[in-house]
């Protein structure tokens, strides 16, 4: 028998098997100075219930990353099939990505965007360095959900979460 070698997987295929996966479209927000950041964020996950305590990744070459890494409390809008326009704007590399977007501040301050599916705001507990990447995992302390169906992401492209149709 020979061996195996711990040789991790080339770029180019983990950007295949990244494609295979089907994850929700979230902006992540925080205000910097007073000033609202926020970047596109598809890492996001819950990992408890009890308590409310969700995790996003980021980059530490975002922009937005020192702005989130300083803060106390971060938002996580979950974006709705009609937020095409807020996903590009986020995702961009635009200087002022609030500019003539409709928001508000959550109870601790961070920008709650108009029109999503779902809105958390969460005190950061911890950040974890991975990488090339920040884990911050959070306590949600203010959450919001809508009758408005979820974007989501796969394979380059967005979809109507609320019309997949269910297996079985």
Not at 20 to 44: C, E, H, I, Y
Not at 131 to 151: I, K, L, Q
């Amino acid at each position: 028998m020979s061996a195996l070698s711990a040789q991790p997987a080339d770029t180019d295929l983990m950007k295949r098997v990244n494609r295979q996966f089907v994850t929700g479209v979230t902006v992540v927000t925080a205000l910097d100075g007073g000033a609202p950041k926020g970047l596109a964020v598809n890492a996001f996950a819950s990992i408890s219930l009890d308590p409310a305590t969700v995790m996003v990744c980021v980059q530490h070459t975002s922009s937005t990353h020192d702005c989130l890494f300083r803060a106390g409390h971060l938002a996580i809008n979950i974006l709705s099939t009609d937020q095409l326009d807020v996903v590009a704007r986020f995702a961009s590399k635009s200087d002022d990505k609030f500019s003539g977007l409709d928001w508000s501040p959550g109870p601790f301050g961070s920008p709650l965007i108009a029109r999503s599916s779902a809105q958390m705001e969460a005190e950061i507990r911890e950040r974890l360095q991975a990488s090339t990447h920040t884990v911050f995992v959070c306590r949600v302390v203010h959450a919001a959900v809508t009758e408005r169906d979820p974007m989501v992401y796969s394979a380059g492209k967005f979809f109507d979460g609320g019309a997949l149709p269910p297996l079985g």
